[in-house]
């Protein structure tokens, strides 16, 4: 290359080359904004006619809040009943032939108030066995020595008497198709 030649363009290969033209596309459809959902709710809680889980249909005939209710008197009654008791006469110690019935008798009012707090099937059943653990229980204090029969004995036995009956009475209401 010599200074007398001709001038030539010069190319070089960091340099990009000019964008192609730009080609126009129909434009895109309108799109209908989205419709946000008045409230959320889970399939199986809805029956016909009902918006709010509330209101669902339960097998024991309950609505919901009168099924907490239930489940929430329940628990009272089973908290209750060892605070009316007062302590223990005599310095005996714990029979263990008592453990088996009382672990059942805890996990038979535990399950029964979750099940009917949920509305669940089992829940009247569950609760008449938590009320027949809770008669168990109140016949058994005096029989292990550790009280003896008093006022708080009729007003255990009473609490557990409401558990049963309405127990009893659930399960007379149930729906026998569901």
């Known amino acids: 290359m010599y200074v007398a030649d001709p001038t030539r363009p010069v190319t070089l290969p960091s340099v990009a080359q000019p964008p192609a033209p730009l080609q126009y596309a129909a434009p895109p459809a ?7 959902p008045t ?3 889970s399939p199986e809680w ?8 509330e209101h669902r249909e339960r097998h024991d005939g309950l609505s919901a809040r009168a099924g907490r209710w239930t489940a929430g008197s329940f628990a009272l009654a089973w908290i209750l009943c060892p ?9 005996l110690p714990y029979p263990l032939w008592q453990l088996p019935i009382d672990l059942a008798t805890v996990i038979s009012i535990i399950t029964a108030v979750v099940v009917l707090w949920r509305g669940g099937r089992l829940g009247p059943l569950l609760g008449a066995v938590a009320g027949a653990f809770m008669l168990l229980e109140t016949a058994m204090c005096p029989i292990a020595g550790h009280t003896p029969v008093g006022w708080w004995t009729w007003a255990q036995t009473g609490l557990s008497l409401v558990v049963l009956g309405t127990s009893a009475v659930l399960l007379s209401r149930q729906n026998p198709t569901a």
């Not at 309108?30 to 946000?36: C, L, Q, R, S």
């Not at 605070?83 to 310095?91: A, H, I, Q, R």
């Open 30 to 36: 309108p799109v209908a904004p989205p419709v946000p």
């Open 46 to 53: 809805r029956t016909p006619g009902s918006r709010r889980p």
């Open 39 to 41: 409230t959320w709710s």
């Open 83 to 91: 605070l009316v008791e007062p302590l223990p006469t005599n310095d």
